[in-house]
């Protein structure tokens, strides 16, 4: 069985206009053996693994000083040790990280880390936490991302919905394509965005130190409001919640060490320390400058919002070219964050789905070698939560700081697990001690973030946070429930014995009929092949006086064209004909009836329903048709019982061609087939 | 086989939850045997097909009274001889609808009576008319139905197009739950409307006469508006247009004839009689008292719209309970008349669909023994309709008049027709100048219905009218498209010749096969009942090293469990195990391959694909599965080519009972099976 499938080849596929359209929008399928992606080095992990941290600073400090406002000037010069608490926690993160990365080299995300170390439960906490966090981690993005540009263009202020919501879409698109070159390409607005923000950073900082604390703004922000509340400690604890966001994303690159080239650990370490050292400097300096200018957050749903990040660029640098090279580079940095969601999610949902958590089409991999269901969710979850919450970064925040904290506690959770593993089976006193100084940085990490958690939850719940808060259980139960389907599934198919191969007694058969027609008669033969018990059963719909002259009438036809040639052909075993009449309409009810009386009567038989089907390969076609054979089918499947299969006839108008159902690269790979047992038949024929 | 189900009645079915709503919204299912309905006599007959034609009189004047408004007292003086002209044709029409009865006592619909005379054409014609004029009816029918209710009710002006949305829901499910005990509620609004109408223009008359053509209103209409526009011919035909829309159902007599009572035609002709006579004294009335009242209409999009009909009962006797009485009785009639479309829609329609001019689905009879596909159809189109003009009559009169007029041109014209045929076989003097008589007085409506149509097309054709001609070619085209793909599928199955039946060779089996567990296990023991060439076909999705371990194991695994208990329950024959990898993960492009390779080879044998399949009998299951088993199975239907079948073999998680799947009636139902050739193999045994 060589392939000889040349001709196929040279006269090529005849695509309906659809496939075309698949085709040009989505770009060719691409075969398995084309997947695999090059090792990357540091320069090109910063961009890849670093986007997601480092766009944090577009909102991160806006957050914390969204709720500072309230406490007018008092409130502005809290940023200061806020954002000092932040980057302590930062580097806390940093060195837990750090440690993370030595001990799983392949994937140290949140769920492989909890599953191997703290059991089922805690990974499914993680996978919760994980989807949240990534579904929040698009929609803040965009939204960010949207807040940037109407900085710069304030007349696009009330399309902010539909520009999230289009970039959303745009993502979507360029994610179900692939984006397996898309690594350098995000290179450039990376390090565009470091250096003009570290830049405004020196200039600011420059202008304020030779001002004496005091610098002129070029455009300067909107006046300090009055203070509205106090400053308390409950100020400050909300204003910490939000700030927090600052840090996320930085647990990127301990997920992807296995894309790095060798040495792997050093390269990723490296990485981390670069990633979190620019993140530091920024926001560090972005606080500095916020207090200097006197920058607060202004609300992104009045027209004439301009974001914290625009107002400091503006303050220090003027409204000129430079500007909108900044702010454009935020923008695009904030959206390809937002993209990184849409690598991770899906791989994290494949995953989980093949430990049988999600449903099984989680895993199944595209046309494009994506995996396309978890791209869509993304999608939808995401749109969900932009159009609920209008596009709007700040109300996002709440449910954001709660997942990323979720999944930092349980990583590290995770990895202070792992070290006490560790520690048992370590035999040596020094090599106690190593592990037990890891262990302590990890439960550092743990406990901090654990204890910035319960802040975020506390300050929170009110803002938005219950959402999460109640959205994490709910969760659970559901990737609960559907492995409890799969487990029961997997029990009633698990099959440890030997195939027991009853004597072969041919299957009972009954043909449908309806009309008299080609149909009927390629039906009628096919099943005269399968066994010599064949009833042919005409399901009479309607009752009536009519349907009694019809019946007479196709008992004649019977006798003159089936039943004769049929004793002739097989020496005496000709096919019945049996008439079933369906009150109701329900043409299955009576076939149903009739299948449980044969079952009874045949304990030891197969009975094969036989449905001649009209193929319709047309959307109009099913309009047309009225589906009599499909519904029949599926009522026997449902519930005909386990000794029932259905055999489909088809008929089709247009003789098919496979050229028609093979795209043009399944058509160009060559047909190889892999055959046990040929080749031991052949050896046994050998022998004889 | 006799019925032996006891058991089965007494357990009774366990419904599920969606079924329960079904059955308690739509009734139980109806039996064939449940159908047929009562005919009726004269008092029935003026409800049951006179509504359509008495609502009339509640748009048809104000139609007319829309467009004079704008030539002030001029323009409402003008009503008298408009009103005297539509009278006139009336006559005419009865005179013709009078003849058509007793020549189509069966069904004198315009579609049967053109089909019968006209041909094919003339016939799709009469459907598309038909066809608009029924959907129309309903939208103009409940349009004006709330017009009287706004009317009498200003308050719920703003919810115009809901209440019209509404009253089309209910009349929808009303329909879906079959309305065979309608006729009699019917006699109660129509009585009420005719009764109460009669004494306002009795009363309205009396004062009128009493006050020297001047009466007194009681409550008096707007005064009449200046005339914007001069009193010219113009305005007159559009004028006579509109309110030709009053004759609109009085075909529905001729349409139901048989039925009637015996003596069918008499019958049948006395209640024309009584219809057309009480139409014409309200039509005749109502144009009186608007010209001696006043009473112009009024714009139904303004706030404070009172209908022609509240205005002249409010003038006439006040705004007290005869009113509300008054009112209530026009709004029910007026939904009623909206009714009868969803009557005679979708008989139409099944009629149309079984000379396979519309999809099949049309023909199909619901559980409540009606045609619900034709009354969704109507749903759809008088709601799209309804929403599209607001729910304004004035909007839908244009093209309302059009299809109605050329509904009435097609039918007398077909009488026309059919006359002549009568006149080429009368051999007597005498009986051809009958023939004559009749040919004449048809010939008559013929040329005024035409020529009122002529006038409607010209003086409604930017107004609307454009629609409805641009439409009717549009659905003749649309017909005769979807007849001739059932011509094309008719003339593939036809089959003339007896059946031939080759000699019985096995088919080709093909197991496919992914994982190995009981599924596997049945399908191959089906397999091998079927047939001694099993061949089991693994598809590998997916390549990489890791598949090629797979592949080896599963080889032994093969060896172990299937081949050796093969070889000893088949003495020797064992089935192959064979690999096919799809490297774009499309695995029906190998499996299709294979079978084009196996047919080449074996030109005469079928190739059975036998694919195990888990039945899903859950929404949820649905959204847990792949669908790899069914996309496969479709694929191999509708590519496989002539000589495949697909056999699908089901697995249930829990066992069905052929319980869930049938309903209460049909349980209940003795199991009758009608067996022809069982009688005579018993006698051959007799003989032998």
């Known amino acids: 069985m060589a392939a000889d499938d040349k001709d196929d080849r040279d006269q090529g596929a005849a695509p309906s206009a659809l496939a075309a359209c698949v085709r040009v929008v989505m770009g060719r399928p691409l075969a398995n053996r084309e997947s695999g992606s090059e090792a990357i080095g540091i320069a090109e992990g910063v961009p890849a693994l670093g986007l997601d941290g480092l766009s944090s600073t577009a909102y991160g400090p806006e957050a914390a000083l969204a709720i500072l406002g309230a406490a007018g000037v008092a409130g502005l010069a809290a940023l ?5 608490v932040i980057l302590v926690l930062l580097g806390v993160l940093f060195v837990s990280y750090w ?13 492989s880390v909890a599953k191997a170390n703290l059991g089922v439960n805690a990974s499914l906490l993680a996978v919760a936490a994980l989807m949240i966090d990534y579904v929040l981690n698009v929609a803040v993005g965009i939204s960010a991302g949207v807040a940037a540009l109407i900085s710069a263009a304030p007349e696009l202020h009330p399309y902010t919905l539909p520009l999230c919501l289009g970039i959303l879409a745009l993502l979507t698109l360029a994610n ?18 470091i250096g003009c923000f570290l830049a405004v950073i020196a200039i600011g900082a420059y202008a304020s130190l030779a001002n004496g604390g005091h610098p002129h703004p070029v455009v300067p922000p909107p006046p300090t409001p009055e203070a509205a509340e106090a400053l308390g400690w409950w100020l400050l604890l ?20 296995n894309a790095f080239r060798q040495p792997q650990v050093r390269n990723a370490r490296l990485t981390l320390t670069f990633i979190v050292v620019a993140l530091g400097i920024l926001l560090a300096g972005i606080a500095y400058l916020a207090m200097t200018y006197g920058v607060l957050a202004m609300d992104q749903t009045q027209p004439g919002y301009q974001s914290v990040l625009s107002q400091i660029v503006g303050a220090v640098a003027g409204r000129g070219v430079f500007y909108y090279v900044a702010i454009g580079s935020a923008l695009v940095i904030l959206c390809l964050s937002a993209n990184t969601s849409f690598v991770g999610l899906p791989r994290l949902c494949q995953m989980v789905a093949q430990d049988g958590f999600l449903p099984a089409p989680f895993a199944i991999v595209g046309r494009r070698l994506v995996y396309c269901i978890g791209i869509l969710y993304l999608t939808v979850t995401a749109g969900f939560l932009l159009a609920v919450f209008d596009g709007i970064t700040d109300r996002l925040i709440p449910l954001f700081a709660i997942g990323a904290f979720l999944t930092f506690t349980m990583s590290q959770s995770g990895m202070v697990a792992h070290w006490r593993k560790k520690l048992a089976q370590a035999p040596q006193a020094k090599e106690r001690r190593r592990i037990l100084v890891k262990l302590g940085i990890n439960a550092v990490g743990a406990v901090a973030t654990l204890a910035a958690l319960l802040i975020i939850i506390v300050a929170k719940f009110t803002a938005g946070g219950w959402i999460t808060i109640l959205t994490i259980p709910c969760v659970i139960v559901l990737l609960r429930v559907i492995h409890h389907y799969y487990e029961i599934r997997e029990e009633a198919l698990r099959d440890d014995d030997q195939l027991q191969f009853h004597p072969a007694k041919p299957p009972l058969v009954l043909v449908m009929t309806r009309e008299w027609n080609r149909l009927t008669d390629k039906a009628l033969g096919f099943a005269m092949e399968l066994s ?4 042919a059963v005409h399901l009479a719909a309607l009752e009536g006086s009519d349907v009694q002259s019809e019946e007479k009438r196709l008992r004649a036809q019977w006798e003159k064209d089936v039943e004769k040639s049929a004793i002739v052909a097989q020496g005496g075993r000709a096919p019945q004909l049996v008439f079933l009449s369906a009150p109701y309409r329900r043409i299955h009810a009576p076939l149903l009836k009739l299948m449980k009386e044969l079952a009874k009567k045949n304990p030891d038989r197969t009975i094969a329903v036989l449905i001649p089907e009209l193929v319709k390969r047309h959307w109009w076609e099913w309009l ?7 519904r029949l089918r599926n009522a026997v499947l449902e519930y005909g ?10 008929w089709h108008l247009t003789p098919p061609k496979i050229e028609d159902a093979l795209t043009k690269e399944e058509l160009a790979e060559p047909f190889r087939i892999r055959n046990v047992l040929r080749l031991r038949r052949r050896k046994r024929a050998a022998k004889a």
């Open 80 to 84: 200061g040790p806020i954002m000092l």
């Open 532 to 535: 010599p018990d064949v009833t």
């Open 238 to 257: 909300r204003a910490f919640a939000s700030g927090c966001t600052a840090m996320t994303g930085i647990e990127a690159v301990s997920n992807g060490v």
């Open 176 to 193: 179900l394509r692939g984006t397996t070159e898309a690594g350098r390409l995000f290179a450039l607005p990376t390090y565009l965005f």
């Open 641 to 650: 019982g386990p000794r029932v299969v259905a055999i489909v006839v088809p």
């Open 99 to 111: 440690q993370t990365i030595e001990a799983y080299p392949k994937s140290g995300g949140a769920y």
């Open 624 to 630: 047309l048709s009225t589906h009599r054979a499909s």
